[in-house]
């Protein structure tokens, strides 16, 4: 396949663009400044610089690929950094309406997902921009109607175990936290199934 990654410089992103070079896709990787470049080097791999959350570059990076994949996120609960998961969804919406691609894959939060925990609940007023923002992001896409794949996450991890549990409309049980691999690993599989509209699976380590 033929990917576009957003959010490659991140420590998922990277995983993600890793990944999908070695199953043999070609990627483009998306980073917002040349400070930002990935130190990683491939003959199937091409780095951009640009704004992520600008329509007008996205739509001319997108245009003749299969999918985009997204792991963009705020690295910090304030409202301005959390504003990229519903900023980079508008540029996404409007780039790949005009790209004439649908398929599309997305990280967000598991604090969307009803509280099943006195933590979840108390995470969820701590950090209300993210949730605010990421639910706004999946909104737009819902609204798209394009055909996009949500893996809502947990708390993030750097086990080396590349299994994953996915679940649709909720989190697996016991699911609190789940590797980056894990989430790379179903990323890279939830572009290669086939999907139509917006699905919303709570992702998480394997047991």
């Known amino acids: 396949m033929k990917l576009v990654v957003l959010g490659a410089n991140g420590r998922t992103g990277r995983l993600v663009v890793r990944e999908a070079l070695d199953i043999g896709d070609s990627v483009t990787?998306?980073?917002r400044s040349?400070?930002?470049?990935?130190?990683?080097?491939?003959?199937?791999l091409r780095v951009v610089v640009g704004d992520p959350c600008d329509p007008t570059f996205l739509g001319k990076i997108i245009a003749g690929h299969d999918a985009v994949i997204?792991?963009?996120?705020?690295?910090?609960?304030?409202k301005g950094a959390?504003?990229?998961y519903w900023r980079s969804a508008d540029a996404i919406v409007e780039a790949a309406w005009n790209a004439g691609i649908a398929k599309i894959a997305v990280?967000?939060?598991?604090?969307?997902f009803p509280p099943g925990r006195l933590l979840d609940r108390v995470l969820a007023i701590i950090v209300p921009n993210v949730v605010q923002s990421a639910a706004r992001?999946?909104?737009?896409?819902?609204n798209a109607k394009l055909d996009v794949v949500?893996?809502?996450?947990?708390?993030?991890?750097?086990?080396?175990d590349p299994g994953y549990r996915a679940e649709l409309g909720?989190?697996?049980?016991?699911?609190?936290?789940?590797?980056?691999?894990?989430v790379a690993r179903f990323l890279l599989d939830a572009v290669r199934k086939p999907s139509s509209g917006l699905k919303i699976y709570g992702v998480s380590g394997p047991v």
């Open 150 to 160: 949500v893996a809502r996450c947990g708390f993030l991890t750097d086990d080396k």
């Open 82 to 84: 959390t504003s990229v």
């Open 170 to 182: 909720s989190l697996p049980f016991d699911g609190s936290s789940v590797p980056r691999l894990g």
């Open 34 to 44: 040349d400070a930002k470049r990935l130190a990683l080097q491939h003959s199937r």
């Open 137 to 142: 992001m999946e909104q737009t896409f819902d």
């Open 107 to 112: 990280t967000s939060s598991a604090l969307l």
């Open 70 to 78: 997204s792991t963009l996120g705020g690295r910090r609960p304030t």
């Open 29 to 31: 990787a998306v980073v």
